[in-house]
């Protein structure tokens, strides 16, 4: 079963920041949210992870809200080589009954366009 | 760092003969998963390893398709015998475990079987 939602696809523009949105209303208390890319071809990238925090690292910036039911993955300057299927993908610790496994969805496809 | 290898990049086959599928994954990495992804489907899980161990091997299509992993530096995936609907991208990831670490995936083994 599917655990977020995330639009089919989305367009953005070349240096502008792309935030790419994703619904995860039945999220319990103790999973994480995780984001990884494919660009065409290629294995999966993990880009970020967080659990309530708002977290940073040099690829993007992840926003939880409050209720921890939706994120946005914000891409501040987005380039053509940002081109790519995004997935938000919720986990939980291995510890409190949660899997190692990692589910993808269908992801979102993200246009960058010049 | 020479990440997740996977080897051959491509492999065609004809329907009937075996395949093997094999991978390296990133030294000191506990956890190897296999995916297989293809158009209709998606990014699927088939098995993941921890320690060597099979944990968990439900995605496991059918008595096709085995997976081995003798040492903690190498791991397999064989499909005996391969039919035309195997035809897809493998790819194999490995992890330190955790939630704090995401998964790191190889470049992916194109199967075409004719």
């Known amino acids: 079963d599917a655990k977020t939602t995330q639009p089919p696809s989305m367009d953005c523009a070349e240096g502008r920041a792309a935030n790419l949105p994703c619904n995860h209303s039945?999220?319990?208390?103790?999973?994480?949210v995780y984001w990884y890319r494919q660009i065409h071809s290629q294995g999966p990238q993990y880009i970020i992870h967080?659990?309530?925090n708002n977290e940073t690292n040099e690829m993007a910036s992840l926003i939880i809200t409050e209720d921890r039911k939706s994120s946005t993955l914000i891409l501040p300057h987005a380039t053509l080589r940002d081109t790519a299927v995004y997935y938000c993908?919720?986990?939980?610790?291995?510890?409190?009954?949660?899997?190692?496994?990692?589910?993808f969805g269908k992801g979102m496809k993200l246009t960058v366009n010049p | 760092d020479a990440g997740v290898i996977q080897s051959p990049r491509h492999e065609v086959t004809e329907m009937g003969q075996e395949v093997t599928l094999r991978c390296k994954p990133i030294?000191?990495?506990?956890?190897l998963f296999w995916y297989r992804q293809t158009m209709m489907r998606g990014l699927e899980l088939l098995i993941y390893?921890?320690?060597?161990?099979?944990?968990?091997d439900s995605g496991m299509p059918e008595d096709r398709f085995s997976a081995k992993m003798p040492n903690a530096s190498f791991s397999t995936l064989k499909i005996q015998p391969s039919e035309p609907r195997d035809s897809a991208v493998y790819f194999c990831?490995?992890?330190?475990?955790?939630?704090?670490?995401?998964?790191?995936f190889g470049s992916g083994t194109r199967l075409t079987v004719v």
């Open positions: 390893f921890n320690n060597n161990v099979p944990i968990d």
């Open positions: 967080g659990l309530k």
């Open positions: 993908i919720v986990r939980a610790l291995l510890t409190q009954g949660g899997s190692e496994k990692l589910v």
């Open positions: 030294s000191g990495h506990d956890y």
């Open positions: 990831a490995s992890s330190r475990g955790g939630l704090d670490y995401g998964y790191t």
């Open positions: 039945t999220i319990s208390g103790n999973e994480y």
